[in-house]
């Protein structure tokens, strides 16, 4: 049974930066691609960031590339998501996901993910 703990959330002023963590564990935990999914009140989910299963496919949705950055530490058993020049639209409950084997796609839809973490606020303020 893989399991994924968000953490790292918090209020933040605009332009400042914040550093989510995903602790991932269980079986077979590195043979999941792992997706950042946001959302807020009166909004659909939108899908933030991806990482392959292997590493080697990543990809941001238009409203956070260049700011926001995904990554793994070297055990690959964590993944991040460090997030900069925050902006109040970025406001949101950011979830972790896990998808067996899966490859990043694009479209980051949250469909392709199986297994999903608890979540942690994030709040955008001045």
């Known amino acids: 049974q893989l399991q994924l703990v968000e953490s790292g959330g918090g209020l933040v002023q605009p332009g400042g930066s914040l550093r989510l963590s995903c602790a991932v564990s269980?079986?077979?935990?590195?043979?999941?691609?792992r997706g950042w999914f946001r959302q807020a009140p009166g909004k659909e989910r939108e899908g933030v960031s991806c990482?392959?299963?292997?590493?080697?496919?990543?990809n941001y949705a238009d409203s956070v590339a260049g700011r926001f950055t995904i990554s793994r530490d070297n055990a690959k058993n964590t993944v991040y998501l460090q997030m900069n020049i925050l902006k109040p639209e970025d406001t949101a409950v950011y979830h972790c996901?896990?998808?067996?084997?899966?490859?990043?796609?694009?479209?980051?839809?949250?469909?392709?993910?199986?297994?999903w973490g608890q979540g942690t606020q994030v709040t955008v303020s001045s």
């Open positions: 990482i392959s299963y292997t590493g080697g496919s990543i």
């Open positions: 996901a896990a998808d067996y084997f899966g490859l990043c796609a694009s479209s980051i839809n949250s469909d392709d993910y199986e297994r």
């Open positions: 269980g079986f077979d935990a590195e043979y999941y691609a």
